[in-house]
């Protein structure tokens, strides 16, 4: 490779796809701009990363993530995410009671209802961004139930996620970003903080009772931990949602013959949002930092590394994956690594593929067709992650279509 490839570069942020198949092919382990950091592009390396841990760390990224303008350890810092064996397992043991597969499916009346006075909304303005105008609602809305926050705060629930979320990318020198980021850090804490008190006394039945209530061998998650697992619903489960529904409406619009074919057959929907999330995963890569050096497929990566587990490219490799540059809805049960792999794999992966499936269910059977250009996507700037920030879309209403 002669040049370290940037991954801010705007061209790999608007398609990453050929630099992912020209590291695979030269240099399937590899340091990369911004932050020194390495990228494993090959499924093999990916998944070996992901399984092990004790080289691979997660604990590690509360050290290399730290913000030092925000006054405090990160947000995520005692949460499961940044957490390695046996701590992450005591965790994950705690917070797996209130998000069981059950628990998350008994949402669906919840979404459903969200979902379809958003359509109708979506179907009297027949122009719109898809973005703000369906998939910011529908997984603030979400994430706000989940969190048992007041129906009136789920607005504030995208700011606070998109502060949040921004956290990384905020620079040393943009003082007035800091300052926003910071009001929303606290603010969040702060009716967080009410919500967890008002549980403890009385519970509800909700996630955050059970949370606050959870118990194994006798000991429950300290309120920093409970802190960090309610900030981490929020960063894990709000921008992935949405990310996942636009790059969904963005590849069905590019597709009119398979818009048809899924509007006379429903029950296509969950494969298609099975090779939507092979495709074009909304989490490009996990990050991981190493314990000590490791070497792997002829490179050495120094102890202390950040590292990117690239599932996007992994869930395209050749050697893995036959024509795996290729969309194709009939395709099956290769997406899993898009929720990760390993003792991280994601616990929202179920809630995640019923908002998807609501939403495509409500849309298609109401909206006859869909319009709009690829020239006017706007790319989310998150390094990783890869979908629209921005999709302006034209609905055409079902009653007035073919
Ligand atoms: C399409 C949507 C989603 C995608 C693509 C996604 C992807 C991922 C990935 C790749 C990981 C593994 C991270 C790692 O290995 O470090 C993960 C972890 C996690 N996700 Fe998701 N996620 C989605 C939605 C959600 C939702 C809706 C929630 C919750 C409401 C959620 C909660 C979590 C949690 C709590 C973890 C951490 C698990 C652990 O560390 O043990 N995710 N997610």
Request: glycine share 6%.
């Amino acid at each position: 490779m002669s040049e370290r490839p940037n991954l801010l570069d705007p061209a790999v942020k608007a398609n990453p796809y050929p630099l992912y198949e020209r590291l695979r092919r030269e240099a399937p382990v590899c340091q990369v701009d911004p932050r020194g950091m390495w990228l494993l592009t090959r499924y093999e390396e990916v998944q070996y990363a992901l399984k092990h841990p004790e080289l691979f760390s997660s604990a590690g990224l509360g050290q290399a993530l730290k913000v030092d303008w925000l006054g405090r350890p990160h947000p995520l810092a005692s949460g499961m995410s940044f957490a390695d064996p046996p701590r992450h397992g005591r965790l994950r043991g705690l917070v797996q009671q209130a998000f069981t597969p059950a628990a998350l499916a008994s949402l669906e009346p919840f979404v459903r209802s969200v979902v379809e006075p958003l359509v109708t909304n979506l179907l009297e303005a027949r122009r719109v961004d898809f973005i703000q105008a369906f998939c910011m609602p529908l997984a603030s809305s979400v994430i706000g139930q989940l969190l048992g926050l007041d129906t009136f705060l789920f607005k504030r629930v995208k700011r606070w996620a998109e502060d949040v979320a921004a956290m990384s990318n905020v620079t040393p020198r943009d003082t007035a970003r800091q300052a926003q980021v910071r009001t929303s850090v606290e603010e969040l804490r702060a009716y967080l903080e009410e919500v967890i008190d008002a549980r403890r006394h009385q519970p509800r039945q909700d996630t955050v009772s059970e949370l606050v209530h959870a118990r194994v061998d006798g000991e429950g998650l300290s309120q920093e931990e409970l802190f960090s697992f309610l900030f981490l619903l929020l960063v894990a489960g709000m921008e992935t949602t949405v990310v996942l529904l636009g790059n969904a409406m963005r590849l069905l619009r590019e597709r009119p013959e398979l818009f048809a074919r899924m509007r006379a057959d429903i029950g296509r929907v969950p494969r298609f949002i099975e090779e939507v999330l092979r495709y074009e995963p909304p989490v490009l890569g996990p990050l991981r930092v190493t314990t000590q050096e490791v070497e792997l497929a002829g490179a050495r990566i120094p102890a202390g590394s950040l590292v990117m587990a690239v599932v996007a490219s992994a869930l395209r490799d050749e050697r893995y994956v036959p024509d795996g540059e290729r969309f194709d809805p009939e395709r099956d049960g290769l997406s899993q690594l898009a929720f990760g792999h390993g003792i991280h794999f994601c616990l929202g992966a179920p809630l995640a593929r019923l908002e998807a499936r609501v939403a495509l269910e409500v849309l298609l059977t109401r909206c006859a067709g869909l319009g709009g250009r690829s020239e006017d996507i706007v790319w989310s700037p998150a390094l990783a992650m890869r979908g629209p920030a921005v999709l302006p879309i034209e609905l055409l209403p079902a009653d007035q279509g073919a």
